[in-house]
């Protein structure tokens, strides 16, 4: 099994309509994050989360909202959708330390037509 | 403000070594790191330099001089299947230890 996991994998979407993107990690780590990337562009942060009661705005926060549930789950909401938010959304994990590499699901790719 | 560059493009043949360079802007960072990513897939860790030097890991290496305020990724024996993006991406000091990730250069390794 994966140790993050993101659903759902592929979605199409028209614009307007309230879409929420979730994560889950079983790695056990407190830091979960939600980067966007387009095309040339490469990896954007858009929210981070150190642990259950904390969130925070990445580079690329507007339009997006995020939710931590759990130690284990980060999910990210667009409330309205508009097309130029069509991109490869990825979630990530790290541990506390600061040189732990972050690890990645295999993303979502979300299109607003 | 932290920015990064890498090239856009590198192509090599079957069997050589490339180097991957990456420049950076940045007031303060733990280290430098690299990652793979095939085909819109998720992103891979490949190495991670918290000091001056070069680091090994297999046929991967890479190097950060802090001073020059650069680093690069190093591939020896090239295979087809490393063919893929690879993005550099520094770990800033003020910010929780979120990754700031250059653009990504995209290596094409030709038979």
Redesign the interface.
Known sequence: DADVTQTPRNRITKTGKRIMLECSQTKGHDRMYWYRQDPGLGLRLIYYSFDVKDINKGEISDGYSVSRQAQAKFSLSLESAIPNQTALYFCATSDKTGNQPQHFGDGTRLSIL | GQSLEQP?EVTAVEGAIVQINCTYQTSGF??L?W?QQHD??????LS?N?LDGLEETGRFSSFLSRSDSYGYLLLQELQMKDSASY?CAV?SYN??????????TELSVKP
Request: proline share 4%; net charge positive.
């Open positions: 856009s733990y280290g790191s990652y819109g897939g998720a992103p891979t860790f991670y918290a993005f770990r910010q929780g230890g979120k990754l700031i990730f250059g653009q990504g």
